[in-house]
């Protein structure tokens, strides 16, 4: 399963999400998107999600610290105990033996990130 994970902040918007999904996924594939469990009924996720016709998973935050990520945002440390909240979501929800095939990628109102994982068992 190609899983793109998505972070955000609370001021980002649907077009965020968009930007930072389109650069993250560019020739992937997408199978479902993962986010972190209290992003759930955030309005720009839920108007992103409805554009994508994809299923959301989301992630507990503890299991969010025990993924290794690529790449290190401090705010995401700080809040999550991960240093990519996109990252970690996505190699989450991908499963077994799962690998990033994109890094976060960063919208370019720096509001969202979007990172894509591939589960080792497809």
Excluded: N, W
Excluded at 10 to 34: E, M, N, P, Y
Excluded at 65 to 90: D, F, N, W
Excluded at 105 to 110: E, K, L, N, P
């Amino acid at each position: 399963m190609i899983v793109a994970g998505l972070g955000f902040s609370s001021t980002a918007t649907a077009d965020s999400l968009r930007a930072a999904f389109d650069k993250a996924c560019c020739g992937h594939t997408v199978d479902a998107l993962a986010t972190v469990l209290d992003k759930t009924g955030h309005a720009a996720l839920v108007e992103f999600v409805a554009t994508t016709a994809l299923p959301l998973h989301f992630v507990a935050p503890e299991d969010l610290a025990a993924q290794h990520t690529l790449t290190c945002s401090p705010r995401s440390r700080a809040a999550y105990g991960t240093g990519s909240v996109a990252e970690a979501s996505a190699i989450a929800t991908a499963g077994s033996g799962a690998r990033l095939l994109s890094p976060r990628q960063i919208s370019d109102d720096r509001l969202a990130t979007c990172a894509v994982a591939i589960g080792g068992q497809t």
